[in-house]
Antibody, heavy 117, light 107 residues
Framework: EVQMVESGGGLIKPGGSLRLSCAASGFIFSNAWMNWVRQAPGRGLEWVAR??????????DYAAPVKGRFIISRDDSKHTVYLQMNSLKIEDTALYYC????????WGQGTMVTVSS | DIQMTQSPSSLSASVGDRITITCRAS??????LNWYHHKPGQAPKLLIF???NLESGVPSRFSGSGSGTDFTLTISGLQPEDFATYYCQQSYSAPLTFGGGTRVDIK
């Protein structure tokens, strides 16, 4: 069964750090381009970051609001993609999804990150 | 960065109606345009990729068209399960961007 499961969300104070994980199964992870997408309360979908596969150079891209603060990485041996989130801001509060594919055909259920003092 | 503008932002419709949602890109994105459907409490779902290709398992009442900068999603014969929010997304160049969404609710 094709599946992706996010974890690592929680309540964190502004300025803090959090690492999200997304464990994948049921497809060839090493060939997959992996993304993080978020949805803030009452807002639309916002793409956060992408890491391409090793055969495609493991190129990394970020959305402007998170560049310099978030780091996406992958461990193909564990079929897992990570999002290290540093210097968190209140506006980073959102449900964070991992999604795969050039068009995002597989999504996890999301993990909630709340940044609040 | 490529901006994606969807319209309308919301619409009310009845079961059986035909509706069209439009998406405009701020620059040409050839065929790198995808559509998603999102219901509260669920993961978003890919409906159409590369402008007009139906994702496996998606009913044929959904269709997409367009080229360059202007694209449309059409639902012919709305069903109760179609009331949701729809997003377009360009996958042509990073940063990848979504449209603001179109909420479709029951009239």
């Amino acid at each position: 069964e094709v599946q992706m499961v996010e974890s690592g969300g929680g309540l964190i104070k502004p300025g803090g750090s959090l690492r999200l994980s997304c464990a994948a199964s049921g497809f060839i992870f090493s060939n997959a381009w992996m993304n993080w997408v978020r949805q803030a309360p009452g807002r639309g979908l916002e793409w956060v970051a992408r890491i391409k596969s090793k055969p495609d150079g493991e190129t990394i891209d970020y959305a402007a609001p998170v560049k310099g603060r978030f780091i996406i990485s992958r461990d193909d041996s564990k079929h897992t993609v990570y999002l290290q989130m540093n210097s968190l801001k209140i506006e980073d509060t959102a449900l964070y999804y991992c999604a795969t594919g050039r068009a995002f055909d597989i999504w996890g259920q999301g993990t909630m990150v709340t940044v609040s003092s | 960065d490529i901006q994606m503008t969807q319209s309308p932002s919301s619409l009310s419709a009845s079961v059986g109606d035909r509706i069209t949602i439009t998406c405009r890109a701020s620059q040409t994105i050839p065929t790198y345009l995808n559509w998603y459907h999102h219901k509260p409490g669920q993961a978003p779902k890919l409906l159409i990729f590369a402008v007009s290709n139906l994702e496996s398992g998606v009913p044929s009442r959904f269709s997409g068209s367009g080229s360059g900068t202007d694209f449309t999603l059409t639902i012919s014969g709305l069903q109760p399960e179609d009331f949701a929010t729809y997003y377009c997304q360009q996958s042509y160049s990073a940063p990848l961007t979504f449209g603001g969404g179109t909420r479709v609710d029951i009239k």
